[in-house]
């Protein structure tokens, strides 16, 4: 059931700000956002608008679920692109997670949380989309599951990134939000 709210929260949190985050011209027709108003009140009437109907369209409560309390002491996180020679081993399969959270730890008393920044600098390169650089990492899911489970054993949040404008590269059987969710499941991230 907590994992549902988690689910249910970042839905709720990723199309808030996926629909008042960008301009509806830069994407064209994506229904992920709002369509330029010309004046703030108007857009942000639109915008509390869509924040209402999202929460009755999926069951959501108003309020942050008290599971999530712990968020306002979210001081220190570290944003991890994967291919970045900090988090994985340049030429290898190894990565450098722990190395990473210890000096963290001896710099400044360790990270909160991490953010798996997936799509930088390849996104594009190729017909793969956001969540194959997920499931294409050396090692897989699996893998990056092991990863999560090191930073949880030191109280460590792990997060993925979820990019909306990604729709030029090869689409998923579903929609973005269901293989986010899988992504999550998969590898036990928060």
Request: one cysteine or more; glycine letters at 6%; aromatic letters at 12%.
């Amino acid at each position: 059931m907590f994992f549902s709210n988690k689910v249910r929260l970042l839905t709720l949190l990723l199309v808030i700000i996926n629909k008042s985050a960008f301009c509806g011209g830069l994407l064209g027709d994506n229904p992920h956002y709002l369509v330029p108003a010309g004046d703030r009140e108007t857009w942000l009437e639109q915008a509390q608008n869509f924040r209402e109907e999202t929460i009755k369209k999926y069951n959501l409560k108003d309020s942050p679920d008290k599971n999530l309390s712990w968020m306002s002491g979210n001081f220190t996180c570290r944003m991890c692109m994967m291919y970045d020679s900090e988090f994985i081993k340049p030429g290898t399969d190894e990565y450098l997670i722990d190395p990473l959270l210890a000096e963290g730890k001896k710099e400044f008393g360790g990270y909160d949380s991490i953010v798996l920044w997936h799509a930088y600098p390849r996104l594009g390169i190729d017909e793969r989309n956001q969540f194959d650089m997920y499931r294409q990492m050396p090692g897989g899911l699996a893998k990056l599951r092991e990863i999560v489970e090191k930073c949880h054993r030191q109280n460590v949040k792990v997060f993925i990134d979820y990019n909306p404008w990604d729709i030029g590269t090869r689409r998923e059987d579903k929609d973005d939000f269901k293989s986010l969710a899988e992504i999550v499941s998969a590898i036990n991230a928060d």
